[in-house]
């Protein structure tokens, strides 16, 4: 009895693990330039993105997610890719989605709803610490306090807020997800 309920779970986690890891088909592509005190120094290109102010993180999610299923100007479908972005713009919450590479500013379906926007994140450099567990508020504060202390410890310069990325389906366990808190920095070296 005990080792079919150890089989149960084992099957049950690697079943939902694995698709909570393939079920998106791309990343936002970056270039590892450096690795240094428990962090990652990347480069990212121009990204296209399609974002909702988050007055609740679920509204948010709902406007982005008709978003990619169609509520768009030529009702074309998206797959989700990774990451979901949440940012402090102006004061203001922002969840974010990133687009398909295949899109450019010019062939992006229009949102339908007029709380949705497309936006373009510039080239950068970004600072970069991933942890698992829960993407709570209280996870993320305490992974961005540690990776902008590190900054302040190695000298590079923070520009603007820190940046919450989530990578996982909200089923993947605790001990599989994978999480990051990011800064974009001045990065002269």
């Known amino acids: ?21 393939s079920m ?28 909702a102010v988050m007055e609740e993180e679920s509204g948010a999610f709902r406007k ?45 379906p229009d949102p339908t709803n007029s709380e949705v926007t497309i936006e373009t994140i510039k080239k950068g450099y970004f600072a970069v610490i991933q942890y698992s567990g829960w993407a709570s508020k209280k996870n993320f504060i305490k992974h961005s306090d540690i990776l902008r202390q590190k900054l302040i410890e190695d000298k590079i310069s923070v520009e603007g807020f820190a940046i919450k990325a989530t990578y996982n389906a909200p089923f993947t366990p605790p001990p599989f997800r994978r999480n990051e808190a990011m800064f974009r920095i001045d990065w002269n070296k």
């Open 1 to 21: 009895m005990k080792n079919n309920l150890i089989f149960f779970f084992a099957l049950f986690f690697s079943i939902f693990f694995s698709y909570s890891v």
């Open 24 to 51: 998106a088909n791309e990343e936002a592509k970056y270039n590892v330039i450096k690795k240094q005190n428990g962090y990652e120094i990347r480069l990212y290109q121009d990204r296209l993105i399609v974002q």
């Open 64 to 108: 982005l997610f008709k978003y990619i299923n169609g509520a768009n100007n030529v009702s074309e479908k998206m797959k989700m890719t990774i990451p979901v972005t949440q940012v402090n713009k102006n004061n203001t919450s922002v969840m974010q989605f990133y687009l398909p590479s295949k899109f450019s500013k010019k062939t992006v």
